[in-house]
Every structure is written in structure tokens, then in C-alpha cells.
């Protein structure tokens, strides 16, 4: 029996997708998977029963990556699960920077009493005109699952489409339209395009990548729209070009102090994967990601571990190790298993950066002392007898 523990509400369209081997606690001691949206768990402390934790969504800063790698803990999300939700927002958050709906819907709420409003509307609409989006030049930076679909919906409205990603996988380029403009730099991207929308995730090389530079580069009047990570963005360099026009509107999924209720931004209240699809879906994938690493120990979607598939275990017994990136620590937990007369029928190793995951399928079971001896092999972190 499994017990799992979620720190938010998660769909239970997701949670009904548990068999009968698993169990809900309230509990997050007794958890050997914890689910989780968007709660804060950089100060929770983990209990040493603790497998996994599965983000039902894609950014993962509310999760102490680093030190649950160190603690032997995978950590999943959900990439592209939300990208429907999100990029048709991307697209709301155009049309809304493009035409000045929000400002006419507010004139109709303030003239609601007015017996001629009709007439009124007439006179006034003409402060409230915009530009339409087709034929104008869009930028997408990063074209992972979102970027992809924001491309692609763009061209069917008539956009002419540039994407930069110098780290673009072979899927997203098999699904990528063919009418979609390559571009060499995100500096092509400033230069040329009427609108520029960011998908990337935020690292130390990303941050703040929307800079006073980088906005030098634009065309004036252009529309930039952020629905990935308000760090991506120096809001204050933004609130500055947005003052002087240089940026037409920016549109933000994060409302902050330094965005919110500023002229010339329309700022949503993290709205991005707020619909009921999205949320079925991260929770579907979550749930099944964790099923899959607690019964066969398996890895699909980790941000501190390596991915690793060796399917469904049909030997006797499965072992995993989860383990520091050194060397010569495969030889020694191979050697465990040799003094413990156990043969090794089938075995991967896997490595990301400074830790490294090994699935092993045995003959035989092994025993708690086996287990002991290879957790006290130096580098080793957790083992997960799977089988």
C-alpha cells in the first residue's frame, strides 16, 4: 500500500486514476508521494519514507530541487500538460493588447446610466481603436510545448511567425509549422518583430533576459506579452519603456507591485492553466508519473533526476539507487549484489549532473541486509527495493 499526500487541491479526475494500492493521508510524514500545485515547500522538512513529489503543473520554484536530489526524492512535473490553457491565453492577452476591449468595457460600465448610450458609443468608440494582429510579425522566444502551439494557432491568424530556441527538441520541431520563421537570435526576435511573447523557464542565464538592452533593440510601439515567469522580465526597465511608448502594452500572467493597476499594462492574475482541462490534465499526468516511479521505478519528466524506462519489472526482484555522479560506484554495488549471490539479469544507469539513478533487475529478492550494504556504500543516497 501506497499513501499520498496532496498539498493542494488536485483534480480528482487525476486522483481517481489511484488503484487500490494506494491510499490518501493526511499526513505528510507517512507519504510516499506528495502532490502538490503551487505551495511553498522550500521550508518543509521531508520525511525519510518520502519517494517522490509530483508538481501538477510545469515551473517547479516552489520545490527545493537541489536538496531533494540530496535527500533521494525525484521531482516531477507536467510539461506541456497546461499548454492549451496557456497558449490560448497567450492569444487573449494579443487581441486584448491589440484592441482596447478592457478600456470600452469600463466607458459602457461608467455611462451605464446615460439613456443615449448608444449614441454616445458612436462618438467615443474611435478612443478605443486599435490594430488588428493579422499580417503583423510575432516573435516567440522558446518553443517548447507552448511556444509551439502559440506559433502554430498565430499563423492560422494570419501572423507572420519567428521562433527562436537554440535548445529546441526533435518533438516540438516535428510539430512546429513549416510556415514558422527560424530565427539565429533572440536579438532577430527584438529587432524585427511587432510582437514578442517569452516561453522560456527561469534559470540563472534567463533571468532578467527582458532588459533595458534587450528593449533598446524593439520597435517602437511593440507589444510584449509574458506569460512564463515575471522574472524572466525587469518590470521596472518594462515600466519605464512602456511610459515613454517605446512599449505599446505589456501583457503579464503575474501581478506584482510593480505591475499591477500601471498604465499601459494589462496585468491577469495567473490565470495561465486556470482552466478545468488543464488542471485535469497536470493531475492526470502527475498521478501517472508517480505510479509509474513507486510500482516500477521508473522516471519520466524528473527536474533532478534522470529520466530511465526499463519498463515493467519481470524478474524476481527490482532494485533502485538513487546516487551521486562519482566513479566506481556502479562497480561496488555490483559487487554487493555478487557477495550476496545475487545476479544482476538486467541493469541501466542514468546521470544528470551530479546525481545519477541506477535500476537493477535481479534473479533473486534481496534482503534487508543487502539493502543496508548498499546504502552504506559512499555516495549511494536512497534505495527503493521496487520488487
Known amino acids: 500500500m501506497f499513501q499520498y499526500h496532496c498539498l493542494n487541491p488536485i483534480s480528482e479526475i487525476g486522483l481517481n486514476i489511484f488503484d487500490g494500492n494506494y491510499e490518501k493521508t493526511d499526513s505528510m510524514e507517512k507519504a510516499k508521494a506528495i502532490l502538490v500545485r503551487s505551495a511553498a515547500m522550500h521550508e518543509l522538512e521531508f520525511s525519510p519514507e518520502l519517494a517522490a513529489i509530483a508538481r501538477a503543473g510545469a515551473g517547479v520554484n516552489n520545490i527545493p530541487l ?13 510539461p506541456g500538460a497546461n499548454a492549451n490553457g496557456v497558449k490560448e491565453l497567450v492569444l487573449a492577452g494579443m487581441f486584448l493588447a491589440s484592441r482596447d476591449v478592457i478600456g470600452g468595457i469600463q466607458w459602457v460600465k461608467e455611462n451605464s446610466g446615460e439613456e443615449t448610450i448608444a449614441k454616445l458609443a458612436e462618438k467615443q468608440k474611435s ?12 516573435g516567440i522566444i522558446g518553443l517548447g510545448a507552448i511556444g509551439v502551439k502559440v506559433a502554430n494557432a498565430a499563423t492560422h491568424l494570419g501572423m507572420e511567425v519567428y521562433g527562436y530556441d537554440p535548445y529546441v527538441s526533435v518533438k516540438a520541431a516535428w510539430e512546429l509549422s513549416r510556415s514558422i520563421k527560424h530565427a539565429n537570435s533572440a536579438e532577430e526576435i527584438y529587432q524585427n518583430c511587432d510582437y514578442i511573447t517569452i516561453h522560456v ?11 533595458e538592452g534587450a528593449i533598446e533593440q524593439m520597435k517602437d510601439g511593440v507589444i510584449l506579452l509574458n506569460f ?9 526597465a518594462v515600466a519605464a519603456a512602456v511610459k515613454s511608448g517605446k512599449i505599446k502594452r505589456y501583457v503579464s500572467d503575474f501581478p506584482n507591485p510593480a505591475t499591477a493597476g ?8 495567473h490565470l495561465g492553466a486556470s482552466t478545468e482541462e488543464s488542471e485535469d ?66 541493469m541501466t544507469n542514468k546521470s544528470r549532473g551530479d546525481y545519477a539513478y541506477s535500476l537493477l533487475d535481479l534473479e533473486s ?23
Open 365 to 387: 529478492p534481496v534482503t534487508p541486509e543487502v539493502v543496508e550494504a548498499l546504502k552504506a556504500i559512499p555516495g549511494v543516497l536512497k534505495v527503493r527495493v521496487i520488487k
Open 262 to 269: 500601471t498604465e499601459g499594462m494589462i496585468v491577469i492574475p
Open 66 to 78: 537541489e536538496r531533494c536530489a540530496k535527500e533521494g526524492i525525484v521531482v516531477f512535473n507536467t
Open 281 to 346: 490534465n497536470c493531475a492526470r499526468m502527475a498521478v501517472e508519473e508517480v505510479m509509474d516511479y513507486l510500482e516500477n521505478g521508473n522516471i519520466k519528466n524528473s527536474v533532478n533526476y534522470p529520466n530511465c524506462d526499463m519498463g515493467e519489472c519481470r524478474m524476481p526482484a527490482r532494485v533502485a539507487v538513487l546516487h551521486k555522479n562519482i566513479k566506481g560506484i556502479i562497480g561496488k554495488y555490483s559487487a554487493v549484489m555478487g557477495d550476496a549471490d545475487i545476479n544482476i539479469s538486467d
Open 127 to 138: 478612443h478605443f481603436a486599435g490594430q488588428e494582429i493579422a499580417g503583423k510579425k510575432l
Open 228 to 236: 512564463a515567469r515575471d522574472l524572466l522580465v525587469d518590470e521596472e
Open 201 to 211: 523557464p527561469l534559470l540563472d542565464n534567463t533571468k532578467k533576459m527582458i532588459n
